[in-house]
Every structure is written in structure tokens, then in C-alpha cells.
């Protein structure tokens, strides 16, 4: 308001204001103006006094003269006398009034704040200009505070939004992952908590195996498809192909092997090939054993998710709960498979075998069970004993499961015998899947601790459902009379049971 009233005076007075350029001479302080304008003002009144002096003098010898002869020249003295008198006193007034009265009013009027008049166009535009800066700066440095304190409330709400994000995570995840102890729960509800928290990213479970560094995917949630579970028919998590080889991992995927935790937000370039619409990326590494075993890795084109750093200060949690699911999952491997070969024992091959039936006859697909039985066992076990026999046993376990399909199931049902169920497979897909198993062990060398070489077959019986079986233990008797069949017929080859 009191730039905008200075601007209207220096309108009114006809002067024009610049704010762009400084066109103002120095500051100097309205006191020292005051009083240089006082002692220069009080040279005058001097002058003066020395006038009306000079003036007294030549009319007093002018009166003095008037008792001489030249009264004339007396009187004219006396005349220019009283006129330069005359002119003394005014000058003196003037000087008085104009030079000494009025810088001491205006020194008074500075001093107490009071003025009233008009002020000289320079001592104007000196206090526009003060009071403009002033402003200005007053100005910035509110400015500056209020962003200081927005910017400190900015995050005092986002501490406070991270901090009820986390306790609203934790408190679902403590109630959804706390009460199971299965990997596949686990894993299902594991990818669902992250993808609640950030929505619109790609979520996947990544694991590990014991017995190759590919990544396999137990879970995997999109916004397009929703929750999916990596399910084989035999309800363990057995995906149709790994998710990531050892050779093409990404970025993410290393660092969270390596440090526990990877977190990239708005990348140039996307970090993961197979995402190639994706530039921000978080991958929590759980442990298991004191090893990270497994991967929780999200990817999205969300720059900033707000219940980010939930997920990250909930990673010793997930890891937990990964951890627990791992060992009931240990656990139960190990009371269902063989401890020798890690194939599935007889009774869980048969439970296994009779859900696949009950899914083939719902679904109306074929359904192959094989027995494999290892020729000459007997031989081997006198010849060089019974140790040497159990590592022919688990060679042999070890190449039947390499060379079959990662939805087939692999069961030890005595010493040297094995049994295979093909899911989903007719009697001619098993046959080939079997002859593959029956060639890879003939082609095989079994080596003996003395240096000594044998090379070993394998015989094979295979029944299909519906035409050989309609039921779990007919299909293995009719499977166990192709194998008696086999053997007879001279070992090492694979022989379907006639209907």
C-alpha cells in the first residue's frame, strides 16, 4: 500500500519510475542532509551581517558629514546606508527563514517521525526504492520459510502415510501368512500383499533350486490376469519351464541374490528384458538357511507407489514367513520321499495317482502309469555289494528324473523298481517318454570304486487309463504285467499292455 501511494505521488509530480533499472543516485541518511544543509545555510546569514555592518557604517559617516559643507554627499551616504541596511535585514531574514528554520523543522520532523511535506523528488524515489527492496526481500525470505516449512510438513505426511502403510501391511500379512505353513499359500498370498500395495506392477515369487541357479516361479500376479499359482497336478509348486535361466538374469534379480534388496524407481531404460515396458523395479531377496533362496520381484511404469517402503521395511517378515513355509515344506518331502533317490514313496505315488484319475475322468484325458525296473540288480549287488548297489539305485533314480517332464511324477516302489505316472499323456506319448528313459540308462556308465566299468538296462511295463485300469492299484497290476512281460521277453525294452 505504501509503494502504490509513493507511485501516485511520483505520477502527480511528472516523474517516471523505473523499478527495472537503478537510475537513483547513493542513499544518504536524511539527518546528514539536514544538517550540511544548516552550516552551508549559515554562510549567508553571515554575509549578511557583514552587508548591514558595512551599511550602519556609511550611513553614521553619512550623518556625520551632514554637519560638514557637503550635505549633499552626506545625505547620498546616508541613503546607500539605509538601503544596503534595508537590504541586509532582508537578505538576513530570508536566509534565516529558508537556510536555519527550515532544516531545523525538517531535521525536527525526521527525528520524530512527523513530516508533513512534500518530499524532493531524489529523497522520494531513494525511499520507493528502500521501501521496494524491503519488500522484496521480506518477501523472499518468507517465501524461502514457507517452502522450508512445506517441505518439512511434505514429509512429515509422507513419514506418517509410510508409517500406517506399514502397519497396515504387517497386520495383513501377520494374518494372512502367520496362519499357513504351505509354500504354495505362501507364495499366492505373498505376491497378493505386494501387488495391494503397488497395483498396477507385475508381482512374481522367483525360487531357486537346489539343483540348478534358473528361477523358478511359484507365483505370479498381473493387473491384466490377477493372482496365478504355479501348481503341478500333484499340488507342490513345479512350473512348466523356469521364469529366468542362470545366463539371462536381470539386474534386479542379481542385486537382491547379492544384497537382500534392490529398488529402482523411474529408470531411462528398463532393467529387465522381459519387461521391457517397465522402468521401475523392486526385488526383495528371502532368505532361507542364511541364504537368499527366493525373490519377490515387482515391476511397474509407476514411478512413486505410495506403500513403497512398506515393502521394503516388511523384507525380514516375508523372509520369515518364506522361511517357515520352506521347512514344513523340507519336512514334508521328507516323509514322502525316499531318502536315497529324493523320489516319491510308494504310498504318495499311489494318493497322487488316484487324484489324477479322479481329474482325468472330470476332464476326460488320458492317464499312463510305468514301472521301470533295473536288470541284473541282483548281480550287481553280489558281485561288487550292497553299497555299490545303492549308488546304481540312485544313478539310476537321477536319470529317470532328468528325462522326464517337470509335470511328471517319479516314485520308488521297491529296491530297483520305479514307477512313472504321465499326466495328460495317451499310451503312445508315454511309450516315447519311456523308450527316452529306457535309452538314456543303456547308454550310461556305472563306474565301480576298483576302476571297473558296467553298463546296466532297464525294463519297462506301461498301462494306460481308461483302457487298461479304472482304478489306481489296477493300473499297477496291469503295469506290473507289461514289466513281467518285459523281463520275459528278454529285459530292456518297453512293452504296453495289451487291453
Not at 182 to 190: C, G, N
Not at 212 to 222: I, Q, R
Not at 385 to 410: C, K, M, N, Y
Amino acid at each position: 500500500m505504501t509503494i502504490g501511494f509513493q507511485k501516485g505521488i511520483l505520477s502527480n509530480a511528472g516523474v517516471e519510475v523505473n523499478e527495472s533499472e537503478d537510475t537513483f543516485r547513493s542513499r544518504a541518511p536524511s539527518i546528514d542532509t539536514a544538517v550540511s544543509t544548516l552550516i552551508w545555510g549559515s554562510v549567508v546569514p553571515l554575509t549578511g551581517l557583514l552587508a548591514i555592518s558595512a551599511g550602519v557604517l556609511v550611513f553614521l559617516g553619512g550623518w556625520w558629514l551632514t554637519k560638514a559643507s557637503v550635505q549633499a554627499c552626506a545625505l547620498l551616504a546616508c541613503m546607500c546606508g539605509g538601503i544596503v541596511l534595508v537590504l541586509g535585514v532582508c537578505v538576513q531574514w530570508y536566509v534565516i527563514a529558508t537556510r536555519v528554520r527550515r532544516p531545523l523543522q525538517r531535521l525536527d520532523m525526521e527525528l520524530r517521525g512527523t513530516r508533513t511535506w512534500a518530499p524532493e523528488k531524489d529523497l522520494l524515489l531513494r525511499a520507493l526504492r528502500e521501501s521496494i527492496e524491503e519488500t522484496r526481500a521480506t518477501s523472499l525470505e518468507t517465501r524461502d520459510e514457507l517452502s522450508k516449512e512445506r517441505d518439512r510438513h511434505a514429509l512429515c505426511r509422507r513419514r506418517l502415510s509410510d508409517c500406517e502403510a506399514t502397519d497396515r501391511f504387517f497386520a495383513a500379512a501377520t494374518e494372512q501368512l502367520a496362519a499357513t505353513l504351505s509354500l504354495a499359500d505362501v507364495a499366492v498370498r505373498s505376491v497378493e500383499l505386494v501387488a495391494e500395495q503397488w497395483p498396477d506392477a507385475t508381482v512374481m515369487l522367483l525360487q531357486r533350486t537346489d539343483t540348478s541357479a534358473d528361477l523358478e516361479s511359484l507365483a505370479a500376479v498381473s493387473p491384466a490376469e490377477g493372482p496365478k499359482a504355479v501348481l503341478a497336478m500333484n499340488g507342490r509348486m513345479r512350473p512348466e519351464r523356469p521364469a529366468y535361466a542362470k545366463a539371462t538374469l536381470p539386474l534386479p534379480l542379481k542385486e537382491a541374490f547379492r544384497s537382500g534388496t534392490y529398488l529402482r524407481l523411474s529408470s531411462p531404460v528398463s532393467q529387465d528384458p522381459a519387461l521391457p515396458d517397465c522402468r521401475s523395479f523392486l526385488a526383495l531377496g528371502l532368505e532361507h538357511r542364511g541364504a537368499v533362496r527366493a525373490v519377490l520381484y515387482a515391476a511397474s511404469n509407476h514411478t512413486d507407489p505410495p506403500g513403497l517402503s512398506a515393502l521394503v521395511r516388511a523384507r525380514p517378515f516375508l523372509s520369515m514367513a518364506y522361511s517357515r513355509a520352506m521347512m514344513a515344506h523340507e519336512l514334508e518331502d521328507a516323509a514322502l520321499r525316499d531318502s536315497l533317490t529324493g523320489a516319491f514313496t510308494q504310498n504318495h505315488f499311489l494318493s497322487l495317482l488316484r487324484a489324477e484319475i479322479t481329474r482325468a475322468n472330470r476332464y476326460a484325458h488320458p492317464v499312463c502309469c510305468a514301472l521301470i525296473d533295473i536288470d541284473d540288480l541282483r548281480r550287481i549287488n553280489t558281485r561288487y555289494g550292497a553299497p555299490f548297489g545303492d549308488r546304481v539305485i540312485a544313478e539310476t533314480a537321477r536319470l529317470v528324473q532328468e528325462h522326464v517332464r517337470t509335470s511328471d511324477v517319479v516314485a520308488r516302489v521297491s529296491g530297483g523298481r520305479f514307477a512313472v505316472l504321465f499326466p495328460e499323456s495317451s499310451a503312445d506319448m508315454a511309450h516315447i517318454g519311456a523308450e527316452r528313459i529306457r535309452a538314456r540308462v543303456e547308454g550310461h556308465t556305472y563306474l565301480v570304486q576298483r576302476g571297473e566299468a558296467e553298463r546296466l538296462t532297464v525294463s519297462v511295463g506301461l498301462a494306460a487309463h481308461p483302457p487298461h485300469g479304472v482304478t489306481a492299484l489296477s493300473l499297477m497290476d496291469v503295469a506290473h504285467s507289461a514289466l513281467t512281460a518285459a523281463k520275459e521277453a528278454g529285459r530292456n525294452r518297453v512293452v504296453v499292455a495289451s487291453e
